[in-house]
């Protein structure tokens, strides 16, 4: 597995849902750059360039529940 975190996983199932950063923040009560670097460690561990290609990657991986 790419061994994301639960609130890897978390940030990048919003975003699959088209939140916003700042949407993903007030939802789950952290602040917007919290989220940002949230989506930053899961595109790293899953090599992705974009925000989009990771949630791909996630999806395509089965990774997003």
Do not use: C
Request: aromatic content about 6%.
């Amino acid at each position: 597995d790419f061994d994301l975190s639960p609130r890897e996983r978390e940030v990048l199932k919003w975003a699959a849902d088209g939140k916003t950063a700042w949407e993903t923040g007030q939802l789950i009560g952290v602040s917007e750059r919290a989220i940002r670097l949230y989506t930053e460690n899961a595109m790293s561990k899953l090599k992705a360039k974009t925000k989009t290609q990771a949630v791909a990657i996630a999806v395509r991986n089965q990774i997003l529940h």
